[in-house]
């Protein structure tokens, strides 16, 4: 039974393309995630009790693996969007966000965008696995609110889809997130020499996949919570500073600016900062929707 819904889903191939199509959108991925397209496994250490894998469709061609796991009498849903990483969703359980989440009252949502853990690579339209995500939690989980937790990458690709009339989050928690791709891949030359050339030979694909020409307009009314770190070479505070003066004004911004957290480790580093304002964030969102 166990290998049927393995296959089913194709779990453990989410380093290989999804069809013969996607082979050289996946072979322009590797300078950019090469290392991280291997088989997932769950992390060590971590109970899997009570978690249900689920398949999301994304207008990416992916078919998202996630898994999901339900509280009693549950106050909202969080859908956790990983960092780049060979952990993946895998993120979310091994530092102890999940948990967490569920102590709190939370229904949480962990999924891996296409390419990543254990979903089939298509294309670079991650903002749409974004969508996708939170989309089949607002359908799965009916009445209660959608928030969405993102770190790096995954944040990057969250707030790449804020401007959407459909986006589907009621509030979004944001760390250690770039301007724009460019400025995050600065230290690695082949790859930001790339994303140069299609700043210039196909700029309305790197605008899709750009924060910071989205967050000005931000569907009116979803909270957003920056956070960013003192230690945090990847993605300095000019980078959160930047961000926050693109937030439009429809949007209730916070910050949170932690000391000796390193990149996307703020629950991991300075745990006794980072949580109390995640939670205290997630209980004062109110849904934009009627």
Known sequence: MGEAIRAQLNIGHGSGPAAPRWFWHHQLKKPFFGRFMKDWRWPAGV????????????????RLVAIVK??????????????????AKGFWLRYGHAQALLDAGYHVVAYDFN??????????DYPLDAMAAGLWARARFPGLPVHALCASFGGNNTLSAISRPDFPYDSVIAEGVAPSLPQFWKAYPFAHAVLELSRIVAPAGERKIRPVAHLPHARPGVPLLLISSHKDTWTPMA??????????PTTPLR????????HTHGMRDEPERYLPAVLDFLDAATPARS
């Open 47 to 62: 109970s899997e009790e009570g978690w249900e894998r689920v398949s999301i469709a994304s207008e990416s061609q992916s």
């Open 70 to 87: 339900q509280v009693p009498q549950a106050r909202g849903v969080v859908v956790c969007a990983h960092p780049m990483g060979l952990a």
């Open 115 to 124: 390419g990543f853990g254990e979903s089939p690579s298509t294309n670079f």
């Open 239 to 248: 980078f959160g500073d930047e961000l926050a003066a693109a937030v439009a």
């Open 255 to 262: 910050r949170l600016i932690l000391d000796k957290a390193e």
